[in-house]
């Protein structure tokens, strides 16, 4: 079998010199081509690449993508930005286009989305659930995006299954110990110097804990997840939203 | 809808006493019998159980799941000894025994089934990974079957996925400290007073760390396991060998 | 060297019959009497005790302790209530009675109270520091009274050591994902179902991460604590408040 | 008071680039000399410099510290290869050199320093006692040699305490899964890539964990420890060995 070609787009930011050398690394791909922000998308073409990652701006984003897809190039996308109405306009388009596919994914860390997948899994069979994050104190937001969707898939979950509210008998928490309540599930977030970014998935019921732990340490941790799409999308068509649809679950 | 009746056999052992109670305070379920080693089957007929939970000892297991699976009283069975032989005997009879199920569960411990299940999913998307079992010091064997049986599902799961050994430059060693190899992967096992039954399973790649840990406290851990075997056996028919199959996975 | 005699006064109680328990059991003591609450004190001098160990009630705490005190009994107290004005008028007593010790530990957990003098030796260094408990769910109050007196003293530390205000860029949390803050530091509630008491300290700076955390399991996690004091208590003479001024630190 | 003068010995090292930034970076101090491999000590001297830090090779360090030392400069050394013969000559020197001192410190991860510290303070309380190291997979031996130094230390302080051997009663362990042996303490060692160094240090008791965790995610985290030793060394005289001596423990 012949290697996969590839090419970057946004190839000169932190995560695209990231993918460049990690494709570079990776058996049975061939970097064939690598563009910086004042590049032409014609060299995609000419460098005849199978896939394109799309590492760029949410500005250029859309019209990047849907001009590798209207081209046949299957896309991998990690840039940020793609509303409803972005994602409806680009299933449109791949109608179009049988045999392409694009994946939109906003995170590469198949830790993460992994853990994300078990949590839901685990929801059902748990009474208790909770979701700490940590991260570096550079951070301007709390909780993390990753914390709250964590939450909100665990809370569908425990209420496809039936639960009621988590067990909590709590009468006086003046300083708010207990944290956000997301969906009725609460998350705690720590600020870190020398953290990055991880994840802890609390479960508690009757003489047992199960705890699901993602540290992410450098952008290198998304590197293995575009490679695992990279390798996959040949194989696919049509638009998918999230990682966790080419992986094996 | 009514509840469901339930008998267990074995109710003055351990793992018994403790599922007596914790189907008495199941909502939806009844306790209709309670039987020690000196009574007879007879009873789990009369009170009209609709599933029997059977907590013996292994010499006794297997004349007692056959007596009840051939009455048609659904069976969950906690206890040990089931070998191949067993088993093939009651598929047999099972499928004489249309709409009569059995459950033989190694392990009750949704945590633990759960985890096994994950770990086995991440295998596939984690260049290295390692098990750690904690247990009290009380314990004769090392490592825990758990874990031995973590190891080569993680094993199992590698290799379909084409993974090659583990990365591992270790070239001195003097005392051992890499721990156990089970199919290619590393086992350890810690002992220490105050705990009980402990595992974490570490999965590395490049800059990502994915860690499943689960935590049995005492006995009552057992108990969620059970209670939702009781619930779903009802649905089911045949033979089912391990409480995964009856989780929603 | 003969064995220790030691009373239990508070002795049908959940600590109190643990600690009858741990006495029976422990090389080096012997256990001379047991009181229930009905009984007189008169029966530890009696019972010719050497050390008293008194968990009762705080409204009988203050008499049975002065009672042991006057009459030369070294005495080991796990009893709540012990105010300013109590420890005080204790103190004054046991000046006149050179020889005798008391000491007063509102936690005889030896795990954590090792654990908030590491935290304090630890915060000096460190620019990051955060505590995290984890409880069962039918816990009244958030935080713990350990995890409060924890981000104290770390809080203290770091005063004493030049440290400003932790690192934290956050500019949004809508929900209260950043937890209490006490002192400065943040504090976080978890509250899940199979667990008892467990606390994780986290300290981080350029690099680096070091994290303390201590799990007690059940009542008899105390019991370590309280032969620690009662072999160490002869050797004592005056008022002592904190099982660390009985450990070697 | 004015900034603090430093030369940094070893400059275009891993290590020692690091240590330039972090000098630049730290209030308090200015760095006035940055040596290669070929340039002149000579240099440290004219850049009058109150501190250097020694950060070369096995080879140099030795002659590069008398050097420094027999010209009254403070000298941070964390270059290996310091053996009993070299440190006794360095010791004689200092004694010729009144107010002068020399740090050798073989970890200058504060984390790793106080983990060890606490280790050996909680040693004396615990029945059980096991220590987890991981690293990168490109680590040649196992265990660590911070595992091998803890455990010892660790077996040094059960001992003085009057423990005997930890509890276990693991009869089977076919497969090694109980790790090394070290001084009578079990030390487990885990390879898992994107990792880079971390310590767990498990004490177990009745009903009761412990837990020490240290985690070392890059170079930058030895700067704290460089920095806090060049602050604290001016104050110092003679021979150090072990960053610990210059903490507040």
Do not use: C
């Not at 995560?15 to 563009?35: Q, T």
């Not at 699901?212 to 997840?225: E, H, L, N, V, Y």
């Amino acid at each position: 079998m012949s290697d996969i070609r590839v090419a970057v787009i946004g190839a000169s930011g932190r995560m695209g010199s990231a993918a460049v050398e990690a494709i570079r690394a990776a058996d049975g791909l061939e970097l064939v081509a690598a563009l910086g922000s004042s590049d032409s998308l014609g060299a995609v073409i000419a460098s005849e690449a199978d896939v394109a990652v799309e590492l760029t701006v949410p500005k250029a984003t859309e019209d990047n993508v849907r001009f590798l897809v209207e081209r046949g190039v299957d896309t991998v996308v990690g840039t940020t930005g793609w509303d409803a109405d972005r994602l409806a306009r680009l299933a449109d388009l791949l109608a179009q286009q049988p045999g392409t596919a694009a994946l939109i994914a906003p995170n590469f860390s198949i830790g993460a989305v992994l853990a994300m997948h078990f949590a839901e899994l685990a929801a059902r069979y748990f009474d208790s659930a909770e979701v700490v994050e940590i991260h570096h104190p550079r951070k301007l937001d709390a909780p993390s995006g990753t914390a709250l969707h964590t939450a909100q898939r665990i809370a569908r979950a425990r209420a496809e299954a039936g639960w009621e509210a988590v067990p909590d008998a709590t009468e006086a928490d003046p300083h708010g110990a207990r944290g956000a309540v997301i969906d009725g599930i609460h998350v705690h977030a720590i600020r870190q110097l020398g953290m990055n970014a991880s994840e802890e998935i609390h479960f508690g019921t009757s003489g047992e804990a199960l705890t699901i732990r993602t540290d992410t340490f450098s952008t290198s941790a998304f590197m293995p997840g575009i490679i695992t799409a990279v390798k996959e999308i040949g194989s696919r068509s049509g638009l998918a939203v999230g990682l966790e649809n080419y992986l094996t679950l």
